[in-house]
């Protein structure tokens, strides 16, 4: 058995890393097997044996800092994110498994999964392309579309997590997800193809119809679950917690309904074996909301966490922000679409505070009022944008 040896780490940068980690896992790991991409899916174990190693250190490191019983009961909140952004990440890796396991999803679904909220996005740059031979930071996907790129792929090789340094060749196959309008925009952009289109399928029977669009529901609730939980915590707020348990439970509901059709469904598809993946997809989803779950609990029953995680928060790859619509402003009165906020700012709005009721993932016909608080995640200079659009 390999001996594991503790190793002084700063907990902040354990906890910046940890959260990234988690939330990239998690589309690293519905892109592997929405593409089957089989080296993509080893990435995503990469990921998954990264955050076991950094969870021993940072619980040593966070028990060594406990001088008294009010650090204690700060600090195990902290522990309790260690262990749920883990979680969240052996979730995304049993997706992952999918395709490394050789599971696999009935062609009949595979091609449905691009209807979800935020799509997937795979496109190969193009002889004619206008973003060969030009970095990520000069295109500006993220701020000009809202599509960030998850990984390139370049002959065998992947760029997991690419910064704005990298550097897009004709050949490359480039991941990314974002709203659907700003995915066909970079898709047209990479292929030089205005016609080019992403792969669909047909579904030939209708329980793997209705199947595909609760996995559907499923990631999209799974991936909102992760980042609602963290807003919670962040704002120390218990609405939002609350939320957060509702969406655990219509995982559960949604899991149960996917197990039902997939028993329905039966021996009717063209590969039935296949059948498997769909189960073990429902599974890791709920699981990951099993695990926001768990951070959104550190609010629900009024407990308390570190400066330190906010700290972590704001250093990581993607910021969660609130931000409020102040009379007058440029977003008082438009609808998200209308002003295409995620499209011009790469930021996410994950929900939105009206009076006493939350809206959670807004559409581009959700309209936005005075006085509506917006929880949003994104970049730092998309983040800064949306501050002043609703405030001038």
């Given at each position: 058995?390999?001996?594991?040896?503790?190793?002084?780490?700063n907990?902040?940068?354990t906890?910046?890393e940890l959260?990234?980690?988690?939330?990239?896992?998690?589309?690293?790991?519905?892109?592997?097997?929405?593409?089957?991409?089989?080296?993509?899916?080893?990435e995503?174990l990469?990921?998954?044996?990264?955050?076991?190693?950094?969870?021993?250190?940072?619980?040593?490191?966070?028990?060594?800092?406990?001088?008294r019983?009010s650090?204690?009961?700060?600090?195990?909140?902290i522990?309790?994110?260690?262990?749920?952004?883990?979680?969240?990440?052996?979730a995304?890796?049993?997706?992952?498994?999918?395709?490394?396991?050789?599971?696999?999803l009935?062609?009949?679904v595979?091609?449905?999964?691009?209807?979800?909220?935020?799509?997937?996005?795979?496109?190969?740059?193009?002889?004619?392309?206008?973003?060969?031979?030009r970095t990520l930071?000069?295109?500006?996907f993220?701020?000009?579309a809202?599509?960030?790129?998850?990984?390139i792929?370049r002959?065998?090789?992947?760029?997991?997590?690419?910064n704005?340094?990298a550097?897009?060749?004709?050949?490359?196959?480039?991941?990314?997800?974002?709203?659907?309008?700003?995915?066909?925009t970079?898709?047209?952009?990479?292929t030089?193809d205005?016609?080019a289109?992403g792969?669909?399928h047909s579904d030939?029977?209708?329980?793997l119809g209705?199947?595909?669009?609760?996995?559907?529901?499923?990631?999209?609730?799974?991936?909102?679950?992760?980042g609602?939980?963290?807003?919670?915590?962040?704002f120390?707020?218990?609405?939002?917690?609350?939320?957060?348990?509702d969406?655990e439970?219509?995982?559960?509901?949604?899991?149960?309904?996917v197990?039902?059709?997939v028993i329905e469904?039966?021996?009717?598809?063209s590969?039935?074996?296949?059948l498997?993946?769909l189960?073990h997809?429902?599974?890791?989803?709920?699981?990951?909301?099993?695990?926001?779950?768990r951070?959104?609990?550190?609010?629900?029953?009024d407990g308390?966490?570190?400066?330190?995680?906010?700290?972590?928060?704001?250093?990581?790859?993607e910021?969660?922000t609130?931000?409020?619509?102040?009379?007058?402003?440029?977003?008082?009165?438009?609808?998200?679409?209308?002003?295409?906020l995620?499209?011009?700012?790469?930021?996410?709005?994950?929900?939105?505070?009206?009076?006493?009721?939350?809206?959670?993932?807004?559409?581009?016909?959700?309209?936005?009022?005075?006085?509506?608080?917006?929880?949003?995640?994104?970049?730092e200079?998309?983040?800064?944008?949306?501050?002043e659009w609703?405030?001038?």
């Amino acid at each position: 058995m390999e001996e594991i040896a503790y190793r002084s780490r700063n907990v902040r940068e354990t906890l910046v890393e940890l959260k990234n980690i988690s939330e990239l896992s998690v589309d690293l790991g519905y892109a592997a097997a929405l593409y089957d991409y089989p080296l993509l899916a080893e990435e995503v174990l990469e990921l998954e044996a990264r955050a076991d190693s950094l969870q021993y250190p940072a619980k040593i490191a966070l028990m060594l800092a406990a001088k008294r019983s009010s650090d204690a009961e700060q600090l195990v909140g902290i522990v309790q994110v260690v262990e749920a952004a883990v979680g969240i990440t052996n979730a995304a890796a049993d997706i992952a498994a999918i395709v490394t396991n050789d599971i696999g999803l009935p062609t009949e679904v595979r091609g449905s999964l691009p209807t979800a909220d935020e799509v997937l996005l795979k496109a190969t740059v193009g002889a004619d392309s206008e973003a060969a031979g030009r970095t990520l930071g000069d295109l500006s996907f993220e701020t000009e579309a809202g599509v960030s790129a998850i990984a390139i792929r370049r002959g065998n090789g992947w760029n997991i997590d690419p910064n704005e340094e990298a550097i897009l060749e004709v050949g490359d196959v480039v991941i990314g997800r974002g709203p659907d309008a700003g995915v066909r925009t970079v898709r047209e952009m990479l292929t030089g193809d205005p016609d080019a289109t992403g792969d669909r399928h047909s579904d030939d029977v209708d329980e793997l119809g209705r199947a595909a669009d609760m996995l559907v529901d499923l990631k999209d609730i799974s991936e909102l679950a992760v980042g609602l939980a963290y807003a919670a915590v962040l704002f120390d707020d218990d609405q939002l917690a609350a939320e957060v348990r509702d969406l655990e439970r219509q995982s559960d509901a949604l899991k149960n309904e996917v197990e039902t059709l997939v028993i329905e469904a039966g021996d009717r598809v063209s590969e039935p074996a296949s059948l498997r993946g769909l189960l073990h997809l429902a599974t890791a989803s709920e699981a990951i909301c099993d695990a926001a779950i768990r951070i959104a609990d550190i609010v629900l029953r009024d407990g308390s966490v570190h400066p330190v995680f906010g700290q972590a928060i704001g250093d990581s790859d993607e910021l969660i922000t609130t931000t409020a619509v102040e009379p007058g402003s440029t977003l008082a009165g438009e609808t998200l679409g209308g002003v295409e906020l995620e499209e011009a700012t790469g930021v996410a709005i994950m929900a939105i505070h009206r009076g006493n009721n939350w809206i959670l993932a807004p559409t581009g016909e959700t309209q936005l009022f005075a006085d509506d608080v917006l929880i949003a995640r994104g970049p730092e200079d998309g983040a800064n944008t949306v501050r002043e659009w609703a405030r001038e």
